[in-house]
């Protein structure tokens, strides 16, 4: 099975970039859509952004449309989300996810998850 690491989190200020990576393990990872989800401490998970297997379809939640940027390279494996003009509340730890079914905004439908990487936010 297909492993997966973010990397690039950390401390930022309001208004800055970050770009998130998620590496995988595997080839595989090419046949699979990729989605960012975000989980704030004591909330809900919060899907951000979907892309299918070839990047040809991508989908993002209202709350971060213009500001993140999902993308994916499949000769080397990896997923990006780039985030600009980052505010407090998007402090969360940031998770990719893979779903052999297809892009969804469907939490339940991704079956392989990275151990998240926090993004701290400070105004």
């Known amino acids: 099975q297909v492993r997966l690491v973010e990397s690039g989190g950390g401390p930022v200020q309001a208004g800055n970039s970050l770009r998130l990576s998620c590496g995988a393990d595997?080839?595989?990872?090419?046949?699979?859509?990729m989605g960012w989800f975000r989980q704030a401490t004591g909330k809900e998970y919060e899907f951000l952004a979907s892309?299918?297997?070839?990047?040809?379809?991508?989908t993002y939640a209202d709350s971060v449309k213009g500001r993140f940027t999902i993308l994916r390279d499949n000769v080397y494996n990896t997923g990006y989300l780039y985030m600009d003009d980052l505010k407090p509340g998007d402090t969360a730890v940031y998770f990719c996810?893979?779903?052999?079914?297809?892009?969804?905004?469907?939490?339940?439908?991704?079956?392989?998850w990275g151990p998240g990487t926090q993004v701290t936010v400070s105004s």
């Open positions: 996810a893979l779903s052999p079914r297809g892009e969804s905004s469907d939490r339940s439908r991704y079956t392989i």
């Open positions: 595997d080839r595989a990872f090419r046949g699979y859509a």
């Open positions: 892309i299918n297997w070839n990047g040809a379809s991508i």
